[in-house]
């Protein structure tokens, strides 16, 4: 009798340890089936970002995290802030913690290839976001049409200035987009420039987008031309903004048309005041919404074909599946209807605080 209830009693307690085991360790197998079912296993995105120093940046991060979890899936989110060992020592510890998928926004298109190789590795996919990550082979790539970026800021700036002297004010040459943008703006330049109508006469990058770079590169492209330019293109409007400072030091602010890109607050209010000529409007929460649905769809393997055109782009090694939204123009003539229809910035935050800094 004692044998045979010592013997039940250690069958109780290994089936026990068995249902505690796979409690823990999966939510797939249980004994009650239909409230298990129920529970499917968040999905974990990180989101490895590089600055946050530009106003977008700060609109990409909130509105993302507000995207995936509209959604019902998780994100951490980590900026590197220009610092190419951190942001991948911070994709690898997010790798590390199990996420499911892995957004990038890289700083340096070449060396974020070695964060791909890793995530491939753990098994998870990488999408691209806004910059394209170069030589590596990377899931899925998600941005604004950056060539058309740059032609659209090119034919501004040529329908008021169609003869002269243009000073091109480059991106980071280590980002992707910078030399994207540069395609599109002389590409349009090109027809006009073997007329001879336009010269460039300044061409230079700007080492990490730091507008202070920037300065650096339009004081040099006045000495070296004597003041003597018609108009500028800026790859964004931080650099737009160093330019039109230092047009301002020497009075020539509202003469020569400056091009920028972003619709940063700033941006709008010296073109209203008529500082800077143009900007380039990109609904950061459309690319959010898609980059979330995006990542679930990748996380959890399925096909991303239906949700908008892939179109391919070559990073190098391979053909990348693309989406790729369209870049809108923004001058005087159409805040209204970009910019605060869309409540971009509103038009209180736009004409007060304008105000404020006039
Ligand atoms: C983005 C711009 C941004 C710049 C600097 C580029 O890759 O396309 O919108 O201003 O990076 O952060």
Same mark, same amino acid.
């Given at each position: 009798m004692v044998l045979i209830l010592f013997l039940f009693l250690l069958g109780c307690e290994k089936h026990d340890n068995r249902n505690n085991d796979t409690e823990v360790q999966s939510n !797939? /197998?249980?004994?009650k089936p239909n409230e298990q079912q129920q529970v499917e296993e968040t999905i974990k995105i990180g989101f490895a970002m *590089? !600055?946050? =120093? /530009?106003?977008r940046w700060l609109k990409d991060r909130d509105f993302f995290r507000m995207s995936v979890e509209e959604l019902g899936a998780e994100v951490e989110i980590m900026a590197s802030h220009g610092d190419d060992a951190l942001q991948i020592w911070q994709a690898e510890t997010m790798i590390s913690k199990g996420i499911d998928l892995l957004v990038i926004v890289p700083h340096n298109a070449e060396s974020t290839a070695a964060i791909v190789e890793k995530a491939h590795s753990a098994g998870i996919k990488v999408l691209s976001y806004d910059r394209l990550v170069k030589n590596a082979e990377v899931d899925m790539y998600l941005s604004y049409d950056n060539e058309q970026v740059g032609a659209l800021q090119a034919q501004a700036i040529l329908e008021i200035v169609p003869k002269g002297r243009y000073v091109y004010i480059g991106g980071? %040459? =280590? *980002?992707?987009n910078a030399h994207m943008a540069k395609k599109g703006v002389f590409e349009v330049l090109q027809p006009h420039i073997d007329k001879g109508d336009i010269t460039v006469v300044f061409d230079q990058w700007t080492k990490d987008w730091e507008p202070a770079n920037a300065k650096e590169n339009i004081e040099l492209a006045l000495k070296a031309n004597n003041n003597n330019i018609d108009a500028v293109i800026a790859a964004n409007d931080a650099t737009a903004g160093a330019v039109i400072e230092v047009l301002e030091s020497r009075g020539l602010a509202g003469e020569i048309p400056v091009a920028g890109q972003d619709a940063d607050l700033a941006a709008i209010q010296r073109i209203i005041k008529g500082t800077q000529t143009m900007t380039i409007y990109k609904p950061i929460k459309e690319l959010t919404d898609l980059a979330a649905e995006l990542a679930i769809k990748l996380a959890k393997d /399925? *096909?991303?074909? %239906?949700i908008r055109d892939v179109v391919k782009i070559n990073n190098g090694q391979m053909e990348v599946p693309s989406i790729l939204l369209s870049p809108t123009t923004v001058t005087q003539t159409n805040i209204e209807e970009t910019i605060i229809a869309d409540d971009f910035h509103t038009r209180n935050e736009i004409y007060l605080q304008k105000d404020k800094s006039d």
């Open positions: !797939t /197998e249980s004994f *590089d !600055t946050l =120093t /530009e106003e980071a %040459e =280590t *980002d992707n /399925e *096909d991303v074909g %239906e």
